[in-house]
């Protein structure tokens, strides 16, 4: 722009600016100064108050509406006039509504930003046009002939191509403003969209994101007008619609107004919709398919009957593609449109997706199904998928037992579609478990866990007990993010689970195992011979028992405080004689997550501790002899639980046993095995200040292993239970001044090897 056609502008500008301030004083008729005295007295008497509004109708808003179109500099222009007249002509029956757009002590200023260069205040402006759209009734013909026109020229603004938020922004706001329209305007709007995406086809996309938001903002349902609705600006007759369109909205003098919208809706919306669902026969426009199904949800539920299951099935063809882009796309329009339509509708889509992907696209149906669930479940929802829960197994159960699963594990196949190269159905049991009813695992049919059953009793192979573990792992954690479980049902079924699988496993060793004589028959029924504990048979019927242990463990670690409460320690006190059963067990997990539950239950005021105390200390110091790998989950278990005894006053161990725990292997080796563990319960026997000769010896380790272990947490145990053993224990002067020199040798050691670097 030139500087001649800007001085232009700018002396327009202040003209009509300045017609403003007079048409501001003729409205009031009373001046508040000399010079506005001196106009009302030497005007003419034609510039009356109709005379006026005409003008600031007919052509000042006129002018207005056509300048929205416009350049962003011109538009700026016209909105700052626009708030003037606002301001200065409220007596305009038009302009008066806008005054609550006029709110200075706002920290948005609507009229100054809504035409700003700088894109994020354009952004905040149509966000406080929604709010006060939402709730004040603007007027209705400056709304659709001046901001539905500015809305539609920023959203289509292509030196604003890569703005999406104030794509988004825009979308919003003509949407809100379709949700304040009379029918008559709302259904203009929508033929305003498909004619644009006929007219200008690189604009589909935005034009069906239009669509759909402007359908969700429909608020016709159940009404009943009286007279035709009044032709308003983007109304139909402006549209160009076919005769069919037109002839229908001509009957709405006679037909009910509901049966009138519905029709509309039904005879050329939906033609119009799917007419571009069938110009899209290459590829999924999930967009288009969106906006398909928000136009069925506000028709009756026959047409919705009529019409889905094509929609659907269409989608589902496109999973078989070759193209990987396609297939995700596809992916995608499933997972959108069950958000619109609900999850009363999975089944029906999964069994679409299991018809349509038969032999050969097995992995594509199980990775689609773990895709639609994800995206539709990302907050929990108890109970919405109990109705198709057996749909639901049985493609999981494919994917990971059948035929699906074998083809996943050849390598040159796995490699050829991501589908195949991982599993995803592990995930989707988290999600089922998440979002069915508890008590559909707890009943008399358990369906999530008969994954699992089915093949407990058979001799497998350790990649089928690999993916049983992993069912199992994904089931807890799906249990323990479910809204539904409360502590009551859950510790019952737990209780269940851990008692039937300690009888079975107890019934397998009566039958299987030779018993030896003259043993304590705790000891007895437990394993053949120390150090012989089996980490897992062929028959792997215990893994459901360490799948209910865990989760107990799980349970109790998050309860926290609530632990303590009177009514959840009776919930927890009969766990006390079942676990201490559990350590009979032959099986190291189903030890090693005993232990940990112990661990948590006898720092509690359980009353069935006192009578289970003596199986408890029996079959811990048992398991600390006989277990070979000190650095084994199971050992850990063991010295943590022994750890906590130490300093519980529910249990004590005797100075007995005290001396048999001074005995094991793992103090004899700390220096080339050190143990965090293994400190630890060292320092709490210490601090029970048991004096036998060969406290002093393993003391003498500690005091080494300070200096020389790398790991700073090893050092500070060692410091700290050499500290309590030099204050606490009788020392001879030879002795107590034997450590004092090896702690100022030490000390001497690191200062100079500090001053030598």
Partial sequence: MSSEETTFMRSAYSSLLSFVEFSSVILRQDGNSEQELSIIKNTDDCWTKSCIQRIAKKFLLKHLADAMDGSLSIIKRWTGLLHQMVLKLPEVSNLKSLTVLCNEDSEVIFFDNIADSVIHKRVKALAMFRNIISSNKLSEFITEKVFMRLYFNMLFDEKEAKAEHLKNACIETIASVAGQM??????????????????????????????????????????????????????????????????????????????????CLQKVVLPKIQKLLDSESERVNVNISLAALKLLKLLPGAVMDLYLPAIILRICNFLTNNQESIRDEARSALATCLKELGLEYLQSIVRDMRSTLKQGYGHVLGYSL??????????????????????????????????????????????????????????????????????????????????????????????????????????????????????TDLFTFIYGIIKDGFKDEIGWQENNVMKVEGKDKHTNAKRISRGRLVPGGLLSTHLITVFALRILHKRMKGMKQDVKDEYNLSLLDPFVKLLSDCLRSKYEDILSASLGCLTILVRLPLPSLESQAKTIKVALLDIAESSVNSSSLLMQSCLTLLTVLLRNTNITLSSDQLRLLIQLPIFLDLEKDPSAVALSLLKGIVSRKLVVP??????????????????????KKCSKTLLQFLLDYPLREKLLQEHLNSLLSNLRRVFWSTLSV
Avoid at 208 to 224: N, V, Y
Avoid at 438 to 467: C, N, R, W, Y
């Fill in 182 to 263: 009379g029918w008559k305007s709302y259904y203009g709007l929508l033929i305003r969209c498909f004619k644009g995406i006929s007219t200008a086809p690189d604009k589909q996309k935005v034009f069906i994101r239009l669509i759909c938001s402007i359908l969700d903002k429909f608020h016709f349902s159940g009404l009943s007008y009286t007279e035709r609705p009044k032709q308003s600006f983007g109304g139909v007759s402006d549209m160009g619609i076919s005769e069919t369109a037109s002839s229908i909205l001509c009957r709405c003098d006679t037909f009910d107004a509901n049966t009138e919208i519905q029709t």
């Fill in 370 to 487: 773990n895709y639609i669930l994800s995206k539709c479940l990302s907050s929990p929802a108890p109970g919405k998928l109990d109705y198709c829960l057996d749909d639901l197994l049985s493609v999981i159960k494919n994917d990971i037992f059948g035929a699906v699963a074998e083809e996943k594990e050849v390598e040159n196949i796995a490699s050829k579609k991501k589908e195949r190269r991982t599993n995803k159905s592990f995930e989707s049991l988290k999600l089922v478990a998440q979002n069915v009813t508890f008590k559909t695992m707890t009943g008399s049919d358990p369906k999530l866990l008969e994954l699992v059953k089915d093949h407990l009793q058979k001799h497998i192979t350790p990649s089928v007990k690999a993916k049983l573990e992993n069912i199992l792992h994904h089931i807890g954690a799906g249990i323990e993010s479910n809204p539904s479980v409360d502590h």
């Fill in 694 to 715: 060969g406290i002093y010896d393993i003391v003498k380790r500690v005091a080494e292993l300070m200096v020389t272990s790398q790991m700073e947490s090893i050092r």
